[in-house]
């Protein structure tokens, strides 16, 4: 998966390139969530907290992330390094934007106060609410690929 640079770095004098950018950042940060809540769903909970903790570092913001490492964390048996975690961010967005963590955040914090990660709600985020568009291809992209068949030449479907 890319993990460089911006895209189009070199262009964002531009404006659509710089919303395109902007648009093809936000895709690289879902999917590496997504990529977390998976290791976590295989059990693979120290491998998910070192991305994790990388990844909250340098995206603090995010509360998806951040719940999923409280999730980790706690699951890793470290429950006080978990809530330590959501106080340090909380006091941080307070400071920074005068803001309470999402009530999304506030109830991960609260599973992980009372130990029961059975019940844990899915992280802020997680739902279809953060699903980004695809984007949409021009009709001369369409019209070059319906001229084209899809089927390979020993005739086995689609390729």
């Known amino acids: 998966m890319w993990n460089g640079d911006a895209a189009f770095a070199e262009a ?3 404006e ?7 648009r093809l950042e936000e895709l690289r940060l879902v999917a590496e969530e997504r990529r977390m809540r998976r290791l976590l769903e295989l059990g693979r909970d ?12 340098r995206y603090p913001l ?3 992330a951040l719940g999923l490492l409280m999730e980790a964390l706690a699951r890793t048996g470290r429950q ?5 975690r959501y106080a340090q ?5 307070a400071e920074e934007t005068g803001l309470e963590p999402s009530a999304e955040l506030q109830e991960v914090e609260r599973v992980v106060l009372a130990g029961d990660l059975a019940a844990a709600p899915a992280p802020p985020g997680t739902g279809p609410s953060v699903e980004l568009p695809l984007p949409v291809r021009p009709r001369s992209v369409e019209r070059r690929r319906g001229s084209r068949s899809c089927t390979p030449p020993s ?3 689609p390729v």
């Not at 659509?16 to 902007?22: D, F, I, K, P, S």
């Not at 006080?80 to 330590?84: D, N």
């Open 155 to 157: 005739g086995r479907g």
């Open 12 to 14: 964002w004098d531009v």
């Open 46 to 57: 120290e491998e998910a907290v070192g991305g994790l903790e990388a990844f909250v570092s």
């Open 62 to 64: 995010r509360e998806r």
């Open 89 to 93: 961010h909380r006091e941080w967005l």
């Open 16 to 22: 659509a390139v710089h919303t395109e950018a902007l």
């Open 80 to 84: 006080t390094e978990a809530l330590r």
